[in-house]
């Protein structure tokens, strides 16, 4: 067992400059991440410099078996918290030999309207506060409840702390430190109302690196609960009933709402994302339906709402920011498995490009 742990944690560094890049991408679903790793002969620190690759679509549900073959694209760098030295994980998207951005490929339409000179003027920043929800492996059930039963109901759970409230801190904490090591803007973690559930939040990061890091988090969280032998859900409501769903909240502000006389521009600008309330719950995460449903700090899925620090609405604007005259909002409504490409540069088009 020391030798595995003596090898696994081998130092390259002394022996060769060659490299590990562990490429990443969305597979088929959406929502399932991929990845396989090549050796490079030198370190690269910039995604321009690595060479695209490519991978066997017809086993990811991306590509006929006939014609398989699609191309990674890497987009951004992070250091390799579980290789470390010089070794990185890369995030990629992915499209057809010809060029062309596959179908699941969300990343690409979004880098178009964070290119777009008005978007990229204002500065757009965005902090997600990704909860999932960790399961005993082979029951498919929360991590901390009993095989075949509940627990006591919720009160006890949220930012607790105790062996009978705080289950998989161990992995929380782990991948904390973890996405800090790669150089992801987390901000921070805690635990959540429903016993077994957490969250961690990324953010403020400008732009399309919002959707790179939350990716990246996320892949890292499900390599550490593989190593733990957890399960990862990203279900946005795991436990039907008296049990608090998972959320993907979404802070975002401007440069203008961030400045004096912001707070004009935020309620503009909630207003423009009400009229588009119906596009942007058919965006906002699959099963979204059974998480917003007007109860557990939630806002009903049919009717937009507003509010300053109402955490029943469907966008929340804080005390903080009533009081400044500036700041930001957070939309409540995107669920733990929405797609951050799509959740982000929506908000930002909805805000800064539509009429
Ligand atoms: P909540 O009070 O809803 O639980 P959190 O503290 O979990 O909020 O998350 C808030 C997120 O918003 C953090 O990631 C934080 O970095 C981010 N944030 C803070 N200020 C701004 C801002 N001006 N624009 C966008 N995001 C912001
Ligand atoms: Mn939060
Ligand atoms: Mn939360
Ligand atoms: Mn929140």
Request: proline share 6%; with cysteine.
């Amino acid at each position: 067992m020391s030798l595995l742990s003596d090898l696994i944690n081998l130092d390259l560094t002394s022996t060769t400059e060659k490299i590990i890049a562990e490429y990443i991408w969305i597979g088929g679903s959406g929502m399932d991440m991929r990845s396989k790793a090549r050796t490079l002969s030198v370190p690269v620190t910039e995604p321009q410099k690595l060479p695209k690759w490519n991978y066997d679509g017809s086993s990811t549900g991306q590509a006929p078996g006939q014609d398989s073959e699609v191309i990674l694209y890497p987009q951004a760098i992070f250091k390799d918290p579980f290789r470390r030295g010089n070794n990185i994980l890369v995030m990629c998207d992915a499209y057809t030999p010809a060029g062309d951005p596959i179908p699941t490929n969300k990343r690409y339409q979004a880098a178009k309207i964070f290119n777009d000179p008005k978007v990229v003027e204002e500065e757009t920043w965005f902090g997600i506060e990704q909860e999932y929800t960790l399961l005993q492996k082979d029951v498919n059930w929360p991590l901390g409840w009993p095989v075949g039963g509940f627990p006591g109901p919720q009160g006890p759970y949220y930012c607790s702390a105790g062996a009978d409230k705080s289950f998989g801190r161990d992995i929380v904490d782990s991948h904390y430190k973890a996405c800090l090591y790669a150089g992801i803007n987390i901000s921070g973690i805690n635990g959540e109302v429903m016993p077994g559930q957490w969250e961690f939040q990324v953010g403020p990061s400008v732009g399309i690196s919002a959707g790179d890091q939350l990716w990246m988090a996320r892949y890292i969280l499900e390599r550490i609960t593989e190593i733990a032998g957890v399960v990862l859900t990203f279900d946005p409501k795991p436990i039907p009933g008296d049990w608090n769903g998972a959320g993907a909240h979404t802070n975002y502000s401007t440069k203008s709402m961030r400045e004096d006389g912001g707070y004009e521009v935020i309620k503009k600008a909630i207003e423009k994302m009400g009229l588009r309330h119906k596009e942007h719950i058919a965006a906002y995460g699959e099963g979204n339906e059974r998480r917003l449903t007007g109860r557990h700090e939630t806002a009903d899925i049919n009717t937009f709402s507003w509010g300053v620090a109402n955490r029943g609405a469907s966008i929340r604007v804080g005390r903080d920011t009533e009081k400044d005259r500036k700041g930001y909002f957070e939309d409540r409504r995107p669920s733990s498995n929405m797609d951050p490409y799509v959740v982000t540069s929506m908000v930002a088009e909805t805000t800064l490009l539509l009429p």
